[in-house]
């Protein structure tokens, strides 16, 4: 199962919205509705900020926001912050009922 | 407090083994899938072993097929990664995480709680 692909790095100034996409196959981003992403500061655990696509584990700011279309998941931050500076990772369900991740989005805040 | 916390990690010569640990606690650790999740040095995140909560399930990454094993003991609210015939590609921090919903036989790989870490070093 191959990597998802994700943008190798994505920035914005604080206050702008930034988008990082996540595409896969038919074979998993495309064929269910189980995308989740993943932030992960520096020297950090990963957090759960998206799951089911578009859903929110509860303390998740409304400011990260997911979507999908066809093959390609994307999530949104949406009025950047400092904190916001982290790699960003999106996974999905596959057809071998495992998961696959993406190579991860470092996000810079300048 | 809803946590999990890894031990086991060391540093192993190639062709070695480690059995890691995953201890919860602040949760009922036997409704819950479980799941260990890799990051090599410098690298992103690899999903590398499954278990549902009754072990009816369990899955492998292709990378570790034949050589790792999972497994839980509910009792002892504990998971386990035996790894056998490690490999220098095997060195990465090795997570322990829990699925975000509790339904039994089905794992829908949404990891709401990660543990710290702990660090598997495969060197000669």
């Known amino acids: 199962q191959s990597a998802l692909t994700q943008p190798a790095s994505v920035s914005g100034s604080p206050g702008q919205s930034i988008t990082i996409s996540c595409t896969g196959t038919?074979?998993?981003?495309?064929?269910?509705?189980?995308v989740s992403w993943y932030q992960q500061p520096p020297g950090t655990a990963p957090r759960l900020i998206i799951y089911?696509?578009?859903n929110r584990p509860s303390g998740v700011p409304d400011r990260f926001s997911g979507s999908k279309s066809g093959n390609t998941a994307s999530l949104t931050i949406s009025g950047l912050q400092a904190e916001d500076e982290a790699d960003y990772y999106c996974?999905?369900?596959?057809?071998?009922?495992?998961?696959?991740f993406g190579g991860g989005t470092k996000v810079t805040v300048l | 407090e809803v946590q999990l916390v890894e031990s086991g990690g060391g540093l192993v010569k190639p062709g070695g083994s480690l059995r890691l640990s995953c201890t919860a606690s602040?949760?009922?650790?036997?409704?819950?899938?479980m799941y260990w999740v890799r990051q090599a040095p410098g690298k992103g995140l690899e999903w590398v072993s499954s278990?549902?909560?009754?072990?009816?399930?369990?899955f492998y990454a292709d990378s570790v097929k034949g050589r790792f094993t999972i497994s839980r003991d509910n009792a002892k609210n504990s998971m386990f990664l035996q790894m056998n015939s490690l490999r220098a590609e095997d060195t990465a921090v090795y997570y322990c995480?829990?699925?975000?919903?509790?339904?039994?036989?089905?794992?829908?790989?949404?990891?709401?709680?990660w543990g710290k870490g702990t660090t598997v070093t495969v060197s000669s």
């Open positions: 995480a829990r699925d975000y919903f509790r339904v039994p036989k089905e794992l829908y790989y949404y990891m709401d709680v």
């Open positions: 602040g949760f009922t650790f036997n409704t819950y899938s």
């Open positions: 278990t549902s909560s009754g072990s009816d399930y369990i």
């Open positions: 038919s074979s998993d981003v495309g064929d269910y509705n189980r």
């Open positions: 089911e696509v578009t």
């Open positions: 996974s999905s369900y596959t057809r071998s009922s495992t998961p696959v």
